[in-house]
């Protein structure tokens, strides 16, 4: 396995590999992977002939009171990882390389970045969707894989990859839980032991959710609270927002009908979670 | 001549050609042509083996008063001159294919489009920056070509490449003038008579702006006021701006002092011209 730091020489690298007729899928991380990451890579290797997987901590995608100097970080654990799980090349850039001086451009990709996640983190998904127009013109790749445990991101860089013409096709893959149901997260880390203990909680309630609209329940108020009295019974976690909304717009839904997103932010202690169902509705 | 409407197959055409190891050229343009899109075609015939003109007049880049409407449109006269400049391939999309429905996403160059035109035109340069993003993706070209008539709109579009790492050499071209110095452009068809000979007052103001450099003036202030009064002199336009800047920042400088570029906005009537001068000072 190649790891590669300079954005010229990945591209260069990417460019050689399909001129050899090679399907290439690219996997972009913030590093500190975990078994959500390596099923990206899973998926990409089915699809693919040469994987890449770009480990790189966003500056812009971080508030000015959120975790980017704390956030794990561990290349060696990585790389090792990356290697065993079939990996042919990381990108692993410098924050200089990455953004240049007077580095001035933004990529918004506007309504679905308001709601849900956008509402507490202002600027998040402009960063997100800066970085990954970024990353998609230096790996011009035939896929790239995302998870759906972040499913705004993915949805937005969808539209994002969509709007700009670039030709990259954006998968999504489901997500990854631990045994008792809690969604994979780098930052799974902060958590102490009970906190980790109820952070399944988000699990067992979107579960509650989804047998509500089987046994026939379409009204979105109704379900939400349901899940809110779940969560509030049985931990202590604040809870950020639980929104249904449709996967069009990301906007909020009364009545569930067509593809919805159920999902969830919830803090436990200092650390906030999200999980979150996509549905087909009749 | 090849006249292609489908954004995807104009991806397909430009591939083939560049596997084949053919150098190409891009002239992005909203049509109307005039000889100073002809100077853009000359100069990329000069470094290219194959050379696409795009024509699309971009909805996004006008304000809600602004001209798109009756933004002169003719694509015959336009693929005639195209032709016998030696284009290979107009690209001329419809509005509908090149903004799918939901389309949310905006490319914006923050500080660069503030100033100047900036100020004025509010949204336009989100608007350039987006389409011009697109249209780089959809015609992944070894190098593009602008005027230096729209300064700020080149600058913007070389630092958006440069920031988002599209891989497309962005070239500034200079501007082609009639023969009392007014700049070409596809508004000038807008002007009576005794506008378009006040037009040319615009380039003998930036003549007087450049003679006063050469006889030392580094002071902005007293440059712009000589400008300012020649113009009012000479003619009835009402002045939008004049400024002096520095071409990293496009930010106003109080003293002249490395690559400057003074630059002019004036209605004539209901017509608003543009012109300016790029000058290294010591």
Avoid: W
């Amino acid at each position: 396995m190649k790891t590669i730091i300079s954005p010229l020489k990945i591209t260069e690298f990417i460019r050689q590999a399909r001129r050899k007729g090679k399907k290439v899928g690219f996997v972009p991380t913030m590093g500190y992977l975990h078994d959500g990451h390596l099923a990206l890579v899973k998926s990409a290797k089915r699809d693919n002939d040469v994987i890449v997987m770009s480990i790189f901590v966003n500056p812009t995608q971080f508030g000015p009171k959120e975790d980017y100097a704390k956030y794990p970080r561990d290349f060696k654990r990585d790389a090792h990882l990356a290697k065993k799980e079939g990996v042919d090349v990381i990108f692993y850039p410098t924050a200089k390389d990455m953004y240049l001086a007077n580095h001035s451009t933004y990529v918004t990709v506007e309504n679905l970045s308001n709601n849900l996640c956008g509402r507490s983190r202002p600027g998040h998904f402009r960063g997100v969707a800066t970085v990954v127009a970024k990353l998609f013109n230096i790996i011009p790749a035939d896929s790239a894989y995302f998870g759906q445990k972040d499913a705004q991101q993915a949805f937005i860089i969808k539209r994002m990859a969509r709007d700009l013409n670039i030709p990259i096709n954006v998968k999504i893959v489901p997500t990854v839980r631990e045994k008792d149901g809690l969604a994979m997260s780098s930052r799974n880390v902060y958590l102490n032991k009970s906190q980790r203990r109820e952070g399944a909680t988000l699990f067992r309630s979107l579960s509650l959710a989804k047998r509500l609209i089987r046994q026939g329940e379409r009204n979105s108020s109704k379900i939400i609270k349901a899940v809110r009295d779940f969560i509030n019974r049985n931990n202590f976690a604040r809870i950020d927002y639980i929104s249904i909304v449709n996967t069009d717009t990301l906007r909020d839904i009364k009545k569930l009908k067509g593809q919805v997103l159920i999902a969830i932010a919830a803090y436990f202690g200092k650390t906030r979670l999200i999980d979150n169902v996509i549905l087909k509705v009749r």
